[in-house]
């Protein structure tokens, strides 16, 4: 009788090369596996269709009910629509490890959690980026807007914080999920949160004081302001501070998102739930 | 099926499906939730503009409310035969004596009817939160209105419903298909308003004359008469134009031996 051994790997799993690995395969895998929409027949649909549609209906709405031109609620909405891609796509990528039944495989490889966690944000990233230009192409062949050129630099830095930071909601939301029966629930939940507290339609001076303190520890509301700043014609100096504190509340949201899933899967393995649905 | 049996399907399939909308959370969201976001970002949006769009809270609360109805008919039509087909119940329901048209009518009702729901509550958070004045200038039509909004809605989701099978990811069409509808029928932005080219195409779309019919009973100047009308009429279109599709769906789906494939 011989005893199993586990095949030789040729990485030790404890190293930064294998963190490395976790991190960048483990991410770009965890895209087209457990992102449901990573399909044109949805994706087109879904994160090209519906972000041209939401762009055109708040620029009416916007000019129509309010003096402002229709530029200013194309850049809140061709900001904001990053969230489809951001916080969906990071709720799908995490809590679908649970109902796709890889969960418990997952937490059995000794894989570093930090570059398993991380390596996800990549994607979506890249995602929410792609979805915000297309919006941001549209809004300036159709509704007006205009970058000031020495600035586009600062937006495009604050695009891309703000895409971080509402991914990294979106990882918290997808470590909730894990617990939840419908994950998707708080995905829209956050998605129309951002629509009406963050500034995207309504400055947030206009909202009531209980909206803009909400409004204040959520993702998109420095980003925001930063990009329609620097659209301006804002330089660093005058937005650095914005797109730093949106940093700082991505970042913020990030480690929330890492804390409750190792807690969870701590949680899940002392009451034996890991795969309980 | 004699007509007093046909009623009894419809009315008991449209219960059944408001109670199991009922436990959805996603429909929870859509339905309650959705419009009071949205009527309140409309509300500040039109507070913003100092009034000058001239548009009551009535105005905006009715909108919103719609605008939730729009999404319920659009996810709980959309998705109709596909979940039967999830659920293992289409062969059976295709296959039972009762026409299984009607089923699909009892269906798509109960998915509008669970969104007037929405309604309900948007007016609710008016009242309550931003003491809204609920008045109607011709009470004895909002019944008439309500009724005509709820069949055109409903026969434009059976509609939906046979049509959007069709199509693998009927939820991604759901997703396509929510902001253009309430762009162009009207439920926050008046028609009027909008370009030339998109007035025909919002005449053809039972929300435009549902929200008009409900609008006109409550804060409009003459009676909805013409909205009324228009929606008892494209209700018929409507139906007639999903059922020549719904005998095409099945009998491809019989003929390729698909009915139960996802």
Redesign the interface.
Known sequence: MTALTAPPTRIAPNTLRAAWRVFWYGGRMSYGMLFN?ARP??YI??LI??PT??L??FA???S????RSPAYFAIGNAVQVSALAGVFGMTMAIANERWFGTLPALLATPANRVAVFAGRFMPFIVNGLLVSLYAFGLGVVFLGVRLAPGSIAVAALALLVTVFSCTAIGALQGAISLRL??G??GA??VT??I??FCGV???LH??PGWMQVVGNILPFTHGVEAVRQAADGAGFRQVGWLIGVEALVGIAYAVLAFALFVLLERSARRHATLDVR | MTPGRTVRLIWFVTWFNVRILLASEFFILTTFIAPLIFATLAFFLFRSGGGTAGQTLLYVALGAGMMGVWSTTLFGCGGAIAWQRWEGTLELLVNAPSRYDYILVGQTLGAVVFGFYGILATLAWGVLLFGMPIEATYPLILPLSLLAAIVSLGSLGMLIATTFVLYRHANALGNLLEYPIWLITGLLVPVATLPWWVHPISWLLAPTWGMEAIRGATIGAAPPTLAIAMCFVLAVVYYIAARVTLVFVLAKARRDATLSLQ
Do not use: V
């Open positions: 929409w027949s949805i649909p879904t269709g519906g549609f939401q055109f209906f009416a709405l916007g129509y009910a309010t003096d029966r419908d998707l629930f829209n939940l129309m949160a629509l009406l339609n309504i400055p206009e909202l």
